[in-house]
């Protein structure tokens, strides 16, 4: 065998080992709320160093989840173009369950609604809220100037009670964000069947903040 047949073959088979290695993290489902969580937190790691692995993402696993979902943990995220959930948390088709509004708020029943589906009708270990950097709902929200009228004016009205102690102070958004998504935890939690299940050691309720400027999600 000359060099140039040795090294297509050390190749080759270097492919094959990773490729083997990538499918079977792929298969393992976190079966805990902190297992859950650590995937996620392992998921954006890979993310950030570019060493994503891309599981669940090819025809098999479409066809395997047609007839049902089984996702492993829900997100409520914004609706930002920016924070494109499975793709930050290196996981594929029927692994997050992700409910995405303008701010990550849940201060509505139809919002709520898909939290309790998520919860009580999926089984998801894990809920987690995702704010982010530079969200132009909480921006807006405590932004003075021109009034918006309208839907987005119902919006911002809404995130703006939840940040009012924010309003007028743009050089503290950060703190804003954080401590809307706080505010949201708080309503999800308040609800006695949820609160049950993280009482049960069932469900785990956490916050992250996603930074915009480099992809890692802090918890």
Do not use: W
Request: aromatic share 6%; net charge negative; hydrophobic share 40%.
């Amino acid at each position: 065998m000359n060099k140039r047949l040795f090294l297509i073959s050390i190749g080759l088979i270097l492919s094959v080992m990773t490729f083997t290695m990538c499918k079977s993290q792929s298969v393992s489902v976190p079966s805990t709320p902190e297992e859950a969580l650590a995937e996620l937190i392992a998921g954006n790691e890979r993310y950030v160093n570019e060493k994503s692995i891309h599981p669940h993402g090819n025809l098999d696993r479409v066809k395997e989840t047609a007839p049902h979902q089984a996702p492993f943990a829900a997100v409520v995220g914004c609706s930002d173009s920016r924070v494109p959930v499975e793709l930050l948390f290196d996981q594929g088709i029927g692994d997050i369950f992700v409910i995405r509004t303008a701010g990550n708020n849940v201060n509505s029943e139809m919002v709520m609604g898909s939290v309790d589906y998520a919860i009580e009708h999926l089984g998801v270990k894990l809920l987690l809220v995702l704010g982010h950097g530079s969200c132009g709902g909480v921006t807006g929200a405590i932004s003075e100037g021109e009034e918006e009228h309208g839907n987005i004016g119902h919006l911002l009205g809404t995130i703006r009670n939840d940040v009012s102690d924010y309003v007028g102070k743009i050089e503290c958004l950060d703190s804003a964000i954080h401590h809307h998504t706080q505010v949201q935890i708080e309503r999800i939690v308040a609800y006695p069947h949820v609160a049950e299940k993280i009482a049960k050691g069932e469900l785990l309720v956490k916050k992250a903040y996603y930074d915009v400027n480099t992809g890692k999600v802090t918890f």
